[in-house]
């Protein structure tokens, strides 16, 4: 799928689809984008695949997301391409018309987890262990039986932990 994501907001040399070795922008810096979308300006602490979520840091170092980082207070993101490690670039936080990598067959409307099994992918199932991730919508089924990707709407990205509900 062609990355047919770009900025709306005049920002000079913002380029939503590429990565660079070095930083052309303040790490956390945000634009808007088509799609009614917000990107994060972030460092790749590691590998990213394409549409992984990521956990970023205050410093603005991007992780895939585990529910140990996602319980840190880390900003969530989506990575809507790939990151070779050490990367700059831009990972989307919120929009419409955006794909999120599953762990195998996931249908519309169900609640969305971090998967333990698999860093930076989500999936329906409810381990103990997992965080929900509030305000993530798949609008397409993720098919098939292992690793894939599905469209989806992102907005308000928030941590929903039975740990800190009282």
């Known amino acids: 799928m062609a990355n047919t994501h770009f900025a709306t907001d005049g920002r000079l040399d913002v380029s939503l689809g590429l990565t660079h070795t070095s930083a052309k922008h303040a790490l956390g810096s945000r634009v808007n984008g088509n799609n009614e979308s917000e990107w994060m300006y972030v460092y790749a602490s590691a590998a990213l695949t394409a549409y992984v979520t990521v956990g970023v840091e205050a410093s603005g170092t ?30 989307a936080t919120k929009g419409r018309s955006l794909r999120v990598a599953t762990t195998a067959a996931v249908a519309i409307g169900v609640r969305l987890y971090t998967a333990a099994s698999s860093a930076g992918r989500v999936d329906d199932a409810a381990a103990s262990t997992e965080v929900q991730l509030g305000g993530l919508y798949l609008i397409a089924t993720a098919s098939g039986t292992s690793a894939s990707s599905a469209a989806c709407v992102a907005g308000n990205l928030v941590v929903i932990d039975a740990a800190f509900i009282i």
């Open 62 to 91: 991007a992780s895939p997301l585990t529910a140990a980082i996602a319980r840190t207070g880390a900003t969530i993101g989506i990575a809507q391409n790939a990151f070779s490690a050490a990367d700059y670039g831009w990972v």
